[in-house]
């Protein structure tokens, strides 16, 4: 039976059980959640701070001067100063 815009109607239990037949892809998106499927940043833990302008701007210049990403010069220091930082985990990851 159609409406008055002439779309037919649509057969709600039969779409709800195709739906069950194909694979979903939120069912990827749990794996990931249950750890059969690590990604990269799931490592990682996020650390707001505030920082002089000039600190700031010196951060971005020494990065593009080297090629590093700030995180990577960052990282780098704080392993200077003796915070435990695996080498692994100082690569550039838009390399990788």
Same mark, same amino acid.
């Given at each position: 039976m159609a409406?008055?815009?002439? %779309?037919?109607?649509?057969?709600?239990?039969? #779409?709800?059980?195709? !739906?069950?037949e194909l694979p979903s892809a939120q069912s990827e998106a749990t794996?990931?959640?249950?750890?059969?499927?690590k990604p990269?940043?799931?490592?990682?833990?996020?650390?707001?701070?505030? %920082?002089p302008d000039y600190v700031h701007r010196? #951060?971005?210049?020494? !990065?593009?001067?080297?090629?590093?990403?700030q995180r990577q010069i960052l990282l780098e220091a704080l392993k200077m100063?003796?915070?435990?930082v695996e080498e692994d985990d100082i690569i550039d990851r838009r390399k990788a």
């Open positions: 409406n008055k815009r002439n %779309i037919p109607a649509v057969d709600v239990a039969a #779409l709800g059980q195709l !739906a069950e794996k990931k959640a249950k750890g059969t499927i990269i940043e799931s490592e990682d833990s996020p650390l707001t701070v505030k %920082i010196d #951060l971005k210049i020494q !990065a593009a001067t080297t090629g590093k990403t100063w003796g915070v435990d």
